[in-house]
């Protein structure tokens, strides 16, 4: 595993220590994404709009390490919310992060909420 992939955590919600006040709700496509950097991460913030639900995860795609999956596809697989990377089509949960082709790490995740118009991301 990478230098860059290790800095990617998961942070689970009873983990937050900072509400990083990402963006605007109005600055979002609908079912896309953005990217926001903080402290050096670089985070794919998602607005799931067909769910109605928002998530946040590492940019950073685990396969070739480009930082570009705030530009993928969202999609389903089953129940499952998925991100599909641009370059190779590699897929990803947007729930657990889990990889769903099996063979490459897993993304960070982050609690994310929106409030009065303003997107936060849950950090460490
Ligand atoms: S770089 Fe993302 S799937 Fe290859």
Redo the contacts with the bound molecule.
Sequence with gaps: MSQQTLNYKTIEPNQVKTWYEACKEEQFPSDGGLCVEFEGLQIAIFNFSRRKKWYATQNL??????M??SRGMLGSEGEEPKVA??????TFSLESGANLNGHECALATYPIKVEEGVVYVGLG
């Excluded at 795609?61 to 480009?66: A, E």
């Excluded at 990377?85 to 590699?90: L, W």
């Design positions: 795609c685990p396969h070739k390490k480009q570009i999956l990377c641009p370059f190779h089509k590699k």
